[in-house]
Every structure is written in C-alpha cells, then in structure tokens.
Antibody, heavy 119, light 110 residues
Framework: EVQLVESGGDLVQPGGSLRLSCAASGFTFSSYWMHWVRQAPGKGLVWVSRINRDWSSITYADSVRGRFTISRDNAKNTLYLQMNSLRAEDTALYYC????????????WGQGILVTVSS | QSVLTQPPSVSEAPRQRVTISCSGSSSNIGNNAVSWYQQLPGKAPKLLIYYDDLLPSGVSNRFSGSKSGTSASLAISGLQSEDEADYYCAAWDDSLNGVVFGGGTKLTVL
C-alpha cells in the first residue's frame, strides 16, 4: 500500500523558515517524480514544486521560486521542502504527492501538513 | 484566478448525470493530458481520471472524462450522496512550466 506521511508543519513568523518532510513507503520511491501541492484554508489546490527521480529536473511555481527548495533522499525514501522567507500567503495545508511523468498525473496524495505563517 | 476555468458549483438529483467543465488554452489542455481529482470534505484529493479519459484501478466507472481542443469534461452518472465533493481538473502548462489546476467545482447532490 502506497503511503505518504508529511511532517514538519508548524506556526512560524513571517520571514521565518521551515522544512517539511514526507516519508514514502509501499512503492519504489526512487522510480517516481514527487510533487508538493498546497491548499490555503477554504481555497483550491495550488501546485508548488516537483522533482524527478535523480534531481536532474526540478521546477517551481513562480510564487515560491527563490524561496522554496525541493529535494529528496532516495536512500531514506524521503521528500523534503525547505521553505525560507515565509509569508502570510504561504499559510496552507501542504500535500506530498507522487507523480506520473507521461502523462502527467498526481496519483497518490499524503494527508497533508499544516503550515501557518503569522506573527 | 486559476489558469484552468471550472464552474464554482453544480448540483443534480440522485441517480442523475452531471458534467463538470474545465477550460484552458493551447499551452495546457490543448497540448497536454488532463487529470481530475475528487476531494471529499476534510480529506486529501484522490486521482479520478488521468490521460484525459482513463480510470485508475478502483475508481468507479460511473466517472468518465473527455477532452476536445482546449476544454475537458468530467461526467458522473448515477449520482450518489457520497459523490458530494470538490472536483479539480489539472494539466501541465508548457508556458508556465508547471502544473496548473482549475479553481474547483463543488458538487451538491440534491
């Protein structure tokens, strides 16, 4: 059974930093693209970033480029999202998501972890 | 403002059929596969349709997808109360170099 379990969410002040982790199990982690998708309270889904199997392809949404860094440790079956210079508008539930490449689809989602940016 | 455009809400009676539209452009739906997601209240999204019209294993065949040009649709037949959820379309966007979602459609089963 595919499982994605996020951790690291917290209340942080504007300008602060946070690192999210996602522990994957039930599949060969190193064979899949991985994504982060977020959802602000009461709002829709917004894609944040994706990384391919060997880090050779990484892309970000314009809203987080230069502030967030996605990475992965295939030996530990773990996906990360380093978030710096956090803003109030980054407040959201962050989902770790497994991705298909071609065609693009997001086939398994974690339960999400809450990040709140507030003073 | 979402890149893909969906109606905010739709409603229909039980056992009826409803469709949800998703409108995009040549840089996303017109050139890439569309996927659909169901988000039940308080739950994580779930993949419903991929590659425009394919159903993942375990998804009911009451759900179907289609695409024409720069628009896509999700159809749900034999509506049941448990289908009440938010539904999102998504596609890769070649211009933005990222995944784009629709704003979501809330389905109410009357």
């Amino acid at each position: 059974e595919v499982q994605l379990v996020e951790s690291g969410g917290d209340l942080v002040q504007p300008g602060g930093s946070l690192r999210l982790s996602c522990a994957a199990s039930g599949f060969t982690f190193s064979s899949y693209w991985m994504h982060w998708v977020r959802q602000a309270p009461g709002k829709g889904l917004v894609w944040v970033s994706r990384i391919n199997r060997d880090w050779s392809s990484i892309t970000y949404a314009d809203s987080v480029r230069g502030r967030f860094t996605i990475s992965r440790d295939n030996a530990k079956n773990t996906l990360y999202l380093q978030m710096n210079s956090l803003r109030a508008e980054d407040t959201a539930l962050y989902y770790c998501v497994r991705g298909l490449d071609t065609p693009m689809a997001l086939d398994y989602w974690g339960q999400g972890i809450l990040v709140t940016v507030s003073s | 403002q979402s890149v893909l455009t969906q109606p905010p809400s739709v409603s229909e009676a039980p056992r009826q059929r409803v469709t949800i539209s998703c409108s995009g452009s040549s840089s996303n739906i017109g050139n890439n596969a569309v996927s659909w997601y169901q988000q039940l209240p308080g739950k994580a999204p779930k993949l419903l349709i991929y590659y425009d019209d394919l159903l993942p294993s375990g998804v009911s065949n009451r759900f179907s997808g289609s695409k024409s040009g720069t628009s896509a649709s999700l159809a749900i037949s034999g509506l049941q109360s448990e289908d009440e959820a938010d539904y999102y379309c998504a596609a890769w966007d070649d211009s933005l170099n990222g995944v784009v979602f629709g704003g979501g459609t809330k389905l109410t089963v009357l």
